[in-house]
């Protein structure tokens, strides 16, 4: 690649980081939006399921016992997130159930 198409792709990225991180200075939301409150709301899960979600079948074996693990802990987390409980609950309490499968298949050899 030439030096002045790594400069330009440089500065394209720079450009729109910069934007983004300025856009807040220019455009101001209402205060009482439901849509945004919502939107914000839910923002810390889809992160959370966005990060963990993928792994969550790559980790986990390919058995019957392995797999309803992994949707029951999922279940867990629905339930609870609509639930209203905080974020930090629903990560305690879905690694509680996702233990709890452990166990069990440790204790039963399954």
């Not at 790594?6 to 720079?14: F, M, N």
């Not at 867990?76 to 305690?92: A, D, E, N």
């Not at 499968?101 to 039963?108: E, I, R, S, T, Y």
């Amino acid at each position: 690649m030439s030096e002045i198409l790594i400069i330009g792709l440089l500065l394209i990225t720079a450009l729109i980081t910069l934007s983004f991180k300025l856009l807040p200075l220019f455009v101001k939301l209402p205060e009482n939006n439901p849509f945004i409150n919502k939107f914000f709301e839910a923002l810390p899960y889809t992160v959370l399921v966005l990060l963990i979600f993928p792994d969550i079948f790559i980790s986990t074996g390919t058995e019957l016992f392995d797999l309803i693990k992994v949707f029951a802990g999922i279940g867990v987390i629905v339930y609870f997130s609509l639930k209203k409980m905080g974020l930090g609950g629903v990560i305690l309490v879905s690694m509680t159930v996702i233990l709890a499968f452990d166990v069990v298949k440790l204790l039963f050899k399954i």
